[in-house]
């Protein structure tokens, strides 16, 4: 049992790690919207990993919750006035889903390396782009 909610849990704390630095800055997907993606995505890979012995191949629902990640973010992208927005929002989701996936296979180093290394991109970059405005 706790197996199987650990990684749900890790998956949970690095969603939020996010969706909080997301929320500092009032983007549209905080924290709660990053949380559940990552909770959804350990979810559905703990699923898949489950009846492998059922039905075979768990990389079918691995793939069923890549693409459904990238229509979620594709939701989060606007074209105003010639801008576009959202991409890093998207971006955001499709990694958090990722790392819930990873968490849900209990690849929790990966998981945690791919939120850590998305937190520095969204810090670093963002004082970069800020000096270059």
Known sequence: MT???LPLFVAAALGAAVG???ETWNKPAGLRTHMMVAVGSATFTQLALRI???SGDPSRIVVGVATGLGFLGA????????????I???SGIWVVGAAGACCGAGQFDIAVTAIVMS??????LRKLESTRA
């Open 3 to 5: 197996d199987a909610i």
């Open 20 to 22: 909080l630095e997301r």
């Open 52 to 54: 492998v012995a059922d």
């Open 75 to 86: 939701g989060s992208i606007i074209r105003s006035e010639g801008r576009v927005h959202g």
């Open 88 to 90: 890093t929002t998207a």
């Open 119 to 124: 937190l520095v991109i969204l810090a670093v």
